[in-house]
């Protein structure tokens, strides 16, 4: 099994939309938990922090399930511009190192 | 300020051949990280210094492989010989603290052919 698996995607949705993204974990202990974005051919950028409690940054909200070692990513209202490839990770038990998703691929059309 | 640079930014070379990946971290971030990404797959963690020191190389995949972070700034991962499944994007990631944001590096992309 994987460490992080993700909905493989692609996601294709018109401007406007609601699009969620979910991913699971596989280490129970696993204590930080992160949403990259990577658009073509560029490194990746921290998108938000995941929190227990969940958290929203504008349209993006992200929630943290432990029990189920779950992690969800909504996007609201989706402009053309949130088009790219949407990294799960998670950081290691030791702390020195990210563990990533393979990514899902959002593409927003007009 | 000057996030964090690799070079070069592309490079292709047969195997057998030796190359070095330079990357320079955020000034004054101690931590640095190599990642690679292999087509169709997950970028995964190669190894993560401290300073000058590795802290953890569980992700080097081979003896083929040797990072070096001299004097504790900049840093150089050697592929020697290289093989063509060594082919792939490597990041360099710098933090400031062992837990804090990590910026990432454009990516060398290495082709071996």
């Known amino acids: 099994r994987k460490e992080v698996e993700q909905d493989p995607g692609p996601f294709n949705v018109p401007e406007g939309a609601t699009v969620a993204f979910n991913c699971t974990y596989s280490n129970s202990a696993s204590q930080s938990f992160f949403w990259y974005r990577q658009d073509c051919r560029k490194e990746p950028k921290l998108l938000m922090s995941v929190y227990s409690s969940g958290n929203e940054d504008g349209r993006f909200t992200a929630q943290l399930n432990r029990a189920s070692q779950y992690i969800s990513l909504l996007i609201r209202d989706s402009k053309l511009s949130d088009s790219a490839t949407y990294l799960c990770?998670?950081?290691?038990?030791?702390?020195?190192?990210?563990?990533f998703g393979k990514g899902t691929t959002l593409s927003v059309s007009s | 300020e000057a996030g964090v640079t690799q070079f070069p930014s592309h490079s292709v070379i047969e195997k057998g051949q030796t190359v070095t990946l330079r990357c320079d971290p955020i000034s004054g971030h101690d931590n640095l990280y190599w990642y690679r990404r292999v087509m169709g797959k997950e970028i995964k963690f190669l190894l993560h210094f401290v300073k000058e020191s590795k802290q953890d190389e569980s992700g080097m995949p081979n003896n083929r492989f040797l990072a070096e972070r001299t004097g504790g700034t900049y840093s150089t991962l050697k592929v020697q010989p290289a093989e063509l499944e060594d082919s792939g994007v490597y990041f360099c990631?710098?933090?400031?603290?062992?837990?804090?944001?990590?910026?990432f590096g454009q990516g060398t992309r290495l082709t071996v052919v």
């Open positions: 990770v998670v950081r290691n038990q030791a702390g020195t190192a990210l563990i």
């Open positions: 990631a710098s933090t400031l603290g062992q837990n804090t944001e990590a910026f």
